[in-house]
């Protein structure tokens, strides 16, 4: 077989999309959480919507991001961390008596090998012009403490015009999640149907548009 190194990489990159568009109705990604819930619906309820619909943008800023995320395992190995590249974590939740697991890949999960500090990384990239930190985007960070039990949270943005970090300590609770997976208000922020690519298929995004 024939084989480039693009060919490899847009390989794995689709084996990665495949992977994470598989849905289950127990399960809540963390950033189901975090965005329109009407989107995590139609996920489940259409799978044939979650298809690979390769970007060069968005690949180039995927390739960053990996990037970002190996120069970052090797800053905590040089400080004799233990770093792990978007470890999968879940936990058990019960929401209205119904057991749920939570889910949720923290770029970065880093433990001191001599101690019990424990810390995540976020790494976001994007257009320049920014303002940030972004909420949702924040919300992210504290949901990963809450799910990993870490207590330092940072918030990393590579950005063209700038390169900042934030730090979050303050971990989301039980409640916190409950409320978040209970809530129905479509879409959590008004900018998310200008970029959702699921918008020609959810009635909600139709009615905000006849407005």
């Keep these: 077989m024939t ?3 693009l060919a490899y990489i ?42 690979w ?13 990996y990037g970002v995320e190996y120069l970052l395992e ?10 792990q590249i978007e470890r999968e974590f879940s ?9 749920l697991t939570v ?16 810390e995540i990384v976020e790494v976001k990239t994007g257009r320049a012009g920014q303002e940030i930190p972004h909420p949702h985007h924040v919300h992210q960070v504290r949901y990963y403490l809450w799910l990993t039990g870490a207590q330092t949270g940072w918030l990393l943005y ?8 934030f730090r979050v300590t303050e971990p989301f609770t039980d409640e916190d999640v409950i409320n978040a997976m209970r809530a129905t208000e479509a879409p959590r922020y008004d900018w998310e149907c200008k970029y959702c ?8 995004a139709s009615r905000r548009e006849g407005k």
């Design 103 to 118: 889910k949720g890949r923290p770029d970065i999960y880093a433990t001191d090998l001599y101690g019990p500090a424990c």
């Design 158 to 165: 590579v950005l063209p015009d700038r390169l900042c970090e």
């Design 74 to 83: 090797a800053y905590y190995i040089s400080r004799n961390w233990d770093a």
């Design 197 to 204: 690519q699921l918008k020609p298929f959810c009635a909600v």
């Design 3 to 5: 084989s480039t190194p």
């Design 53 to 65: 619909e390769p970007d060069p943008r968005l690949i180039h800023a995927v390739l960053l991001h």
């Design 10 to 51: 847009l390989k794995r990159l689709k084996e990665e999309h495949d992977l994470r568009a598989k849905r289950s109705p127990d399960e809540w990604w963390v950033t189901d959480l975090c965005l329109c819930p009407k989107k995590r619906e139609l996920q489940l309820n259409y799978p044939e919507l979650m298809t």
């Design 91 to 99: 936990k058990r939740i019960n929401v209205n008596g119904e057991p």
